[in-house]
């Protein structure tokens, strides 16, 4: 039966690696192929699969699981990161976000309703803040990002009052811990906010000016392109990515831990852009890449766990592949890869381009 | 030949990938001269310059400071030889000292720790020779840009410089203070140093140089001593042109004799200017009218461009379009009043390089619908194909990468972003530069059909015979100023060029030499 | 009277706060005041203050370093794992210095050498030591060495007899840097181009200053100072724990802007650096005096100021434009 099933999996996936073989989206889904074949050849149990009560349990079901807050996330990160911008607030973001729902169920009494909105409209009021500073007062988004990241998980403890609020309602709890059609209803949510993301990007302009702007903002400007309201979009699409993944993280334990929600989310996050094939200087974005790239992370995080790696510990491979994910994008890195695999072929970079090809035009007019 | 020449450059020879930058260029300086380097874009005069202080290697040929063969590898080691360089665009450190920034790199120290004393001693000192006295502790951002130059001048010359070279020092100073600068000049010029000058302000090399290099094209043109080279023959030089030859094509082009279609103006600008940038002028354009501005780099051409755009703000004057005074503060506002502009530097101000040709193109048209209104797919296919079309750019397909194509290709593409618009008033900033002869050609016949189409035409080039042919006015600037406009038959390029060479009655009073 | 330069504004504001805060405190409660606050103000906040300097260093040349906590971190463990083994604890201090400038250098070697941004190459360094200190030990580790039970306790300088106040000595350790730090942004030609790289980096390289060479000696530097602070906290807190000062980096960097450094570079003062590290702590003295309060306000006081000292750079950089 697992046999079975595994062989169905690999078909099903080297399929689709081999019709994805032309698109940037191959890297990052063979380097999962590869992490998964490891684990599917010598980390016992990785591939088992059941079916409890009618629904499907096993490490690859929770790494889908787990790796929704992520995968949220980066959605949104993936449009900040284009627009040649970052956010490093989104951590902070969920904290307030799961914060404010339990308080207001818990604390004030009102029903899912009124807390899942209520959370939903903090975030955007955090993603507006964090796009008002970028966009219109033109400081630099780390700087302007940290602010919040450092006073946000402050202001959700003031929400919460210091307190892990715990929380029963059904519907609030079933956001991180149903499912729906055997599979855990986290993945629904990621699928959803995935298509909204595409719409709003791919169905309207949005997409192509975002891409602009991150790619060249001075010829943006001058096609008429308006970049501020681009840019303070994107920032604020964010903050509603955060307090989704916030409201999730919160169901996830059934409770609000302003502390620890989110934490070192935003780091997880830029990873998976990165991996995802969207570059850290901006210009074009991969929204599936994204998604990928936070499966991968996940992916590596649920094998150490599997493999008995403390917790503790697993930062340190992430660290690794940042570095190297980096070094691959890194213009310089190639070209000294390029001196060592390759005789002097490549020219070198052209010094000055502005002045030289005018050259090539001399005009002997006849 | 006893005595070795101060500089001495044979045969120097520089390529990039696809391009011969320098093609056998020799220039010679002498102690105790200011020797203008002239030239267009794309003449050779910056690379030049960056052999000769280390940014670049030269492929080949030789140069020699005072009889000795260098080679510098790096600023550093042009600064260790003698050689010293101020830019353009300041290059100092703006949130350090006056003193700091005199003595960066070389401060006065003992057993590591700086002798604070001491640097602003030397700075003093520096200045000094400049004739000038600061407060060196001050931040040099609190200066002005003027002062500025002269810091950077002090540090230039704080290293024993034999050779000094001034990469347009002046283009952002006023009359009084690059006079300021020309004191200082000739002061150094009795010092015997070498002083190297390079700018676009013919009234400039006139009143401070003694000899002149014209480049073009990478190539070495001549060297002439400035008092027997007339300013028209340097501009016919600069351009590419003999006199003789000039004063033969002295009929009006066949085109230019069709008067416009329409009578009253599309654009229409009064006393339009801005401060430090372009001083206010009067202008319009008819619709079905190719309205040219001549002048050399540097005369105000683009600094015009930008004010109508709306990518910088005019400070004084009026804009109507259409007999309605409008305010445009930016490229947006332009486009709703449909103006078009495709910018000089393509690379920097045009292309989205990894976008595809299809997106470069829908681009402008899509910003004037705004974000909601997405233009679907199809359309978008069609307005890429029809322009591919309509305008010849080579390309496998739409969905080619723009910065996959040539020069010229891309100038086409972004033809086509701004045709999208169907604008009303096109201002095209140097559109031929830097592309082949084929597609010159083809651009030109585009602004000739685009204008019996109807549409008004802000046309600037380099190019003088490009103006002269495809315009039906000619408004020709120097040194930031309108200084004339030619119409009709009158267009010509000997009568451009006379205009551009003419001198600054008022300059030359206060710059002139007094030797 | 002498204008004031704009550039000192924001540390003559960061004065002001500070003073203010303190005269707050004592004017609110009465043993505020008291010399003991103080001293403890200096020693509690000391490694913190150490690694704030580093960062100052690396935020003046326009770079960032998020790897300040774990590098502190990782030094804490590593040093009560060597003396657990028996090392002399000075080997074991020096040694954890060498480590911490090494650890730093590579950091500005992969920014410099591949041009890649400053924030990822130090979040990776943040996330790779963070994991190597829980490969060193998994659990907090008391340091049991005489050295550190009495030797360190008796370098405190005695100041008063009646309350005994004394001033320990990772406070000194605390001003020394400070002014060894003060020394050499001010006095060396390499603190003068970590200002002139951060103003401006290409017309640094114009100028002829080794920009290559110090840039990675500024992320060395902070490493050290980093390594310094993580040994200054454990004379502190006589233990390490691979999972402690978690987010100190944006404390550190929070002091820095608040101490009047230009979060964009080229401006940055190490003595504005300690009195924004004082300011913090004052903020935590003060709500532990309050008692009722809790301390997450520390946090959303840190992000007000955090703010107003960045709109009050920006207000003073668009007026000097």
Redesign the interface.
């Known amino acids: 039966m697992n046999v079975l099933s595994d062989l169905l999996f690999w078909a099903v996936f080297a399929g689709g690696l081999f019709a994805l073989r032309q698109q940037r989206i191959f890297w990052p889904l063979l380097a999962l192929a590869l992490l998964l074949l490891f684990n599917n050849l010598f980390t016992p149990y990785f591939f088992n699969l059941e079916i409890r009560n009618g629904y499907l349990y096993g490490s690859r079901i929770d790494i889908l699981n787990q790796g929704a807050k992520v995968m949220l996330v980066s959605l949104g990160m993936t449009l900040v990161i284009a627009t040649g911008g970052v956010d490093l607030s989104v951590g902070a973001v969920m904290a307030l976000a799961g914060a404010v729902a339990a308080r207001l169920m818990v604390v004030d009494g009102h029903g899912f309703t009124t807390a899942f909105f209520g959370a939903i409209f903090v975030a955007l009021l955090c993603g507006a803040w964090n796009g008002a500073l970028v966009a219109y007062l033109g400081i630099q988004p780390i700087i302007a990002t940290l602010i919040l990241m450092v006073a946000g998980r402050g202001i959700a403890q003031l929400v919460s009052d210091g307190q892990i609020i715990n929380f029963a309602d059904p519907t609030m709890v079933f956001l991180g811990n149903g499912h729906l059609l055997g599979l855990p209803f986290t993945l629904t949510i990621v699928l959803a906010l995935l298509a909204a993301t595409w719409m709003l990007t791919r169905r309207t302009a949005l997409g192509l000016f975002i891409e602009a702007v991150g790619d060249n903002p001075t010829a943006s400007r001058y096609s008429g392109v308006n970049a501020r309201l681009v840019t303070f979009l994107a920032y604020l699409f964010t903050g509603l990515c955060s307090g989704l993944a916030g409201l999730v993280a919160a169901s996830n334990i059934k409770s609000a831990d302003a502390n620890h929600a989110g934490l070192y989310l935003e780091l997880d996050a830029i990873l998976a852009v990165v991996v995802g094939g969207t570059a850290l200087t901006g210009g074009r974005f991969y929204l599936v890449g994204s998604l990928v790239g936070a499966l991968l992370i996940q992916t590596l995080t649920t094998t150490m766990y599997a493999r008995n790696v403390s917790a503790d510990i697993a930062p340190m491979p992430k660290a690794l592949v940042i570095i190297a994910v980096c070094l691959l994008q890194s213009e310089k890195a190639r070209r000294y890869l390029s001196r060592f695999t390759r005789r002097p072929a490549t020219p070198p970079a052209l010094p000055s381009p502005a002045v030289a090809p005018s050259v090539i035009a001399s005009p002997a007019q006849p | 030949m006893a005595e070795p020449q101060l500089l001495e450059i044979r045969g120097l020879e520089k390529s990039?990938?696809?391009?011969?930058?320098l093609q056998g260029v020799d220039f010679t300086v002498r102690r105790g001269e200011v020797h203008a380097l002239m030239g267009e874009?794309?003449a050779?005069k910056?690379?030049l310059i960056?052999a000769l202080t280390g940014?670049?290697d030269r492929d080949g040929g030789d140069s020699r400071l005072d009889g000795q063969s260098i080679r510098p590898g790096?600023?550093?080691e042009a600064?260790a030889l003698g050689i010293s360089t101020v830019?353009q665009e300041v290059?100092?450190?703006?949130?350090?000292s006056v003193a700091?920034n005199i003595c960066?790199?070389r401060?006065p120290?003992a057993f590591?720790?700086?002798k604070?004393g001491a640097i602003h001693r030397r700075a003093e000192r520096a200045l000094a020779r400049l004739d000038l006295t600061l407060d060196v502790s001050?931040?040099l951002?609190?200066f002005s840009i003027a002062i500025q130059q002269m810091v950077a001048l002090a540090?230039a010359l704080d290293v024993d410089a034999k050779l000094l070279i001034l990469d347009e020092p002046t283009s952002s100073l006023d009359e009084n203070e690059v006079a300021e600068l020309f004191k200082v000049m000739r002061k150094l010029r009795t010092e015997g140093l070498g002083i190297v000058f390079v700018t676009h302000f013919l009234d400039q090399v006139y009143s401070v140089t003694d000899r002149i290099t014209v480049l073009r094209?990478?190539k070495h043109v001549g060297e002439y001593a400035t008092t027997e080279l007339p300013r028209l023959e340097l501009v016919a030089r600069m351009i590419g042109k003999d006199v003789s030859e000039v004063e033969k094509m002295n009929h009006p082009p066949a085109d230019a004799a069709a008067p416009p279609a329409a009578a009253a103006p599309f654009l229409e600008v009064a006393n339009f200017g801005r401060k430090g940038s372009i001083y206010p002028l009067d202008l319009s354009v008819k619709p079905g009218e190719v309205v040219g501005l001549a002048g050399l780099l540097g005369s105000g051409r683009t600094e015009i461009a930008r004010l109508i755009?709306g990518?910088d703000r005019a400070d004084s004057g009026v804009l109507k379009i259409d007999g309605q005074t409008v305010t445009i503060n930016?490229?947006?506002d332009?486009?709703k009043q449909r103006i078009a502009?495709t910018?000089e530097?393509r690379?920097?101000?045009?292309?989205?390089?990894?976008?595809s040709i299809r997106?470069n193109i829908?681009?402008?048209l899509?910003?004037?619908?705004?974000?909601?209104?997405?233009?679907g797919r199809a359309e978008q296919n069609a307005l890429a194909d029809r322009f591919i079309k309509a305008l010849g750019v080579k390309t496998p397909g739409p969905e080619q990468l723009i910065k996959n194509l040539s020069?010229g290709n891309q100038q086409k593409v972004l033809l086509g972003?701004w045709l999208a618009t169907e604008p009303k008033l096109f201002i095209l900033d140097e559109p031929?530069?830097?592309?082949?002869?084929g597609a010159?050609a083809e651009i030109e016949k585009l602004i000739a059909s685009l204008r019996k189409q109807g549409l008004a035409i802000l046309f600037i080039s380099s190019?003088l015979?490009e103006v002269v042919r495809d315009s039906q006015r000619v408004i020709i600037l120097r040194d930031r100023r309108k200084v004339g406009e030619l119409a009709a038959e009158q267009i010509s390029e000997q009568a451009i060029m006379q205009m551009i060479a003419a001198p600054t009655g008022e300059s030359q009073a206060v710059l002139h030499p007094s030797s | 009277m002498k204008k004031i330069d704009p550039k000192y504004i924001p540390l003559l504001a960061t004065a002001v706060v500070m003073v203010a805060l303190y005269a707050g405190g004592c004017l609110a409660y009465p043993n505020f005041g008291s010399l003991r606050v103080l001293v403890n103000l200096l020693g509690d906040n000391a490694f913190i203050g150490i690694a704030a300097v580093g960062a100052t260093f690396v935020i003046i040349s326009g770079g960032i370093d998020l790897s300040v906590g774990s590098v502190i971190a990782f030094t804490g463990i590593l040093i009560a794992q060597m003396v657990g083994h028996g090392w002399p604890p000075m080997l074991a201090l020096s040694a954890s210095l060498f480590i911490g400038l090494i650890f730093g250098a590579i950091q500005g070697a992969l920014i410099h050498g591949f041009a890649l941004p400053p924030f990822l190459v130090t979040l990776g360094g943040m996330f790779f030591l963070r994991g190597l200190s829980f490969v060193v030990n998994p659990e907090s580790l008391a340091i049991k060495h005489p050295f550190y039970l009495t030797t360190v306790r008796a370098l405190a300088i005695p100041l008063t007899q009646r309350p005994i106040v004394t001033f320990p000595l990772t406070a000194q350790c605390f001003i020394v840097v400070v002014i060894a730090a003060t020394a050499l942004a001010i006095y060396t030609r390499f603190g003068r181009n970590v200002y002139a790289i951060g103003s401006s980096e290409p017309s640094a390289v114009l100028m002829g200053l080794p920009v290559a060479t110090t840039k990675i000696g500024i992320y060395a530097l902070a490493g050290f100072f980093s390594a310094l602070g993580g040994c200054v906290a454990t004379f502190y807190m006589q233990s390490g724990n691979p999972a402690s000062f978690v987010g100190l980096e944006l404390d550190a960097i929070a002091s820095v802007a608040i101490g009047g450094t230009l979060l964009t570079g080229g401006v940055g003062f190490i003595p504005g650096t300690m009195m924004g590290v004082l300011i913090l702590g004052l903020i935590q003295t003060l709500i532990t005096f309050q008692g009722n309060l809790n301390t997450w306000w520390t946090r959303i006081a840190v992000g007000v100021l955090l703010l107003l000292f960045i709109a009050l750079q920006k207000a003073v950089g668009a007026r000097r434009r």
Do not use: C, M
């Open positions: 990039f990938p696809g391009v011969r930058a874009n794309g050779g910056s690379t960056k940014v670049y790096s600023p550093r600064e830019y290059n100092l450190i703006p949130h350090l700091e960066l790199g401060q120290s590591g720790f700086l604070w001050r931040q951002s609190s540090r094209n990478g755009f990518v930016n490229p947006r332009a486009l502009f910018a530097d690379k920097v101000d045009g292309i989205i390089p990894n976008l997106e829908v681009l402008a899509q910003a004037s619908r705004g974000p909601w209104a997405r233009i020069g972003r031929t530069r830097g592309i082949d002869v010159k190019e015979e």
